[in-house]
């Protein structure tokens, strides 16, 4: 079992930055293959970010690209979501996410393994 832990969240202005970060409670993410996710109130839970094992390969949704960046510490033991530009409609519950299988994947039943979320609010 993997347990993971989000932190870096708060209120911020839009254009704003925040840096969120994912641990895992006891072991290295080194094996698994993470994502970042967010779910705002009265919406579905919609894919942000994902960060693969082997080359540290990245993809993004539209929504965030050229705006977020996804990383990994070298010790592999932190996954970052840095967040820049940020807009009210950014505004949600971010939650990192690790998956069992090697491969990037951007839909939350794919991984296996959640954190509790942090929440992120921007004010306009």
């Known amino acids: 079992q993997v347990q993971l832990v989000e932190s870096g969240g708060g209120l911020v202005q839009a254009g704003g930055s925040l840096r969120l970060s994912c641990a895992a409670s006891?072991?290295?993410?080194?094996?698994?293959?993470m994502g970042w996710f967010r779910q705002a109130p009265g919406k579905e839970r919609e894919f942000v970010a994902a960060?693969?094992?082997?080359?540290?390969?990245?993809i993004y949704a539209d929504s965030v690209k050229g705006r977020f960046n996804i990383s990994r510490d070298n010790a592999k033991t932190t996954v970052y979501l840095q967040m820049n530009s940020l807009k009210p409609g950014d505004t949600a519950i971010y939650y990192c996410?690790?998956?069992?299988?090697?491969?990037?994947?951007?839909?939350?039943?794919?991984?296996?393994?959640w954190g509790q979320g942090t929440q992120v609010t921007v004010s306009s």
């Open positions: 006891g072991r290295t993410l080194s094996r698994y293959p």
């Open positions: 960060i693969g094992v082997i080359d540290g390969s990245t």
């Open positions: 996410a690790a998956r069992r299988v090697y491969g990037l994947a951007s839909t939350p039943r794919l991984y296996d393994y």
